[in-house]
């Protein structure tokens, strides 16, 4: 079995848990380990089944589990691009988001922090998605194009709206509002071909007992829930805290800091909501037998299924 599968099925850990392991595995240096080391960990694994029991304690094995987990997809055992490993949402999103939510004249300079944002985020949701069923390269080149159009074009319309509109409470919830959505249908939407063709579900031995389109469809919606939670909060508590920010004697003698203020406290609410995010579900979730396709059901005798949500 797939060791990092193998983990998150037998580790039946709680909302905390879940939190404090992936603030050990967002640690950025997890983006430079190189691959001779991620080799030598995942060798280890491979080799002492009874790693995560027995020698949890161990520094070497932990060590190995954070670089596994980190690094290697449970899918399809395969690497996952630098760009895309859990640890580097943070870094390519946060500025991202603190430029997408400024107030400008000109829509022009929104096309690139919108267009980035959107890229970024779609190729991390189809990377970090579930790999267990059958896609072609150029599906998911296709199907990324799409999604990052169509995103970047709804998330510039509050903009639009917001030049005409004479409601400051309205202007300033607006662009938050339709992020949050749209970064929830960005999911759905690069995920779509989980729901309709269905991801492997196992038993708890990872003996694959078949495809569900009702795991897909599940596994797809939890990632975008906690899509909304991540960005909707990162993206209204900046806007909160600036607008007493701006309200104070330090921002009228220096009027160029609520720049700062505001990326700084972007920066910290994301690193906070990031594993928060990222901990509202098992990363292998479980689901009854009898939820799933008849097919499935006459084909184990299990109670409970496994199937891999993604990040």
Not at 175 to 192: C, E, F, G, K
Request: glycine share 4%; proline share 5%.
């Amino acid at each position: 079995m797939e060791p990092n599968v193998r983990f998150w099925i037998t580790e039946r850990q709680s909302f905390i848990q879940r939190f404090v392991q992936w603030t050990e595995l967002l640690d950025p240096t997890n983006l430079v380990i190189s691959i001779e080391k991620i080799e030598k960990s995942r060798q280890l694994l491979l080799t002492n089944e009874d790693a995560f029991i027995h020698d949890l304690e161990d520094r070497r094995v932990q060590e190995a589990w954070k670089r596994s987990l980190s690094t290697v997809h449970p899918d399809n055992s395969k690497l996952i691009p630098v760009p895309f490993r859990p640890a580097a949402l943070l870094p390519f999103t946060a500025p991202m988001i603190f430029l997408s939510m400024l107030s400008v004249k000109s829509l022009k300079s929104l096309i690139l922090p919108q267009v980035s944002f959107y890229t970024y985020t779609t190729a991390f949701n189809i990377v970090n998605g579930n790999a267990s069923y059958n896609r072609r390269p150029h599906e998911s080149l296709l199907l990324g194009t799409g999604v990052i159009a169509s995103s970047s074009f709804f998330g510039l319309l509050p903009h639009l709206l917001q030049m005409r509109l004479n409601n400051m409470l309205l202007k300033k919830a607006l662009p938050i509002i339709i992020l949050t959505h749209i970064s929830a249908m960005n999911v759905v939407a690069a995920r779509s071909l989980e729901p309709i063709r269905g991801i492997e579900v196992m038993d708890k031995e990872g003996n694959v007992m078949g495809y569900s389109r009702k795991a897909g469809t599940k596994a797809v919606k939890d990632t975008a829930t906690s899509r909304i939670v991540l960005f909707g909060t990162s993206a209204f508590i900046p806007e909160v805290f600036s607008h007493f920010f701006i309200r104070t004697q330090f921002f009228r003698q220096y009027p160029w800091s609520l720049w700062t203020f505001k990326l700084s406290c972007t920066v910290l609410v994301m690193g906070l909501m990031v594993p928060v995010s990222f901990s509202m579900y098992p990363q292998i979730e479980r689901i009854q037998c009898n939820k799933l396709e008849k097919e499935i059901q006459s084909a184990t005798e299990e109670t409970e299924l496994f199937y891999n949500r993604g990040v």
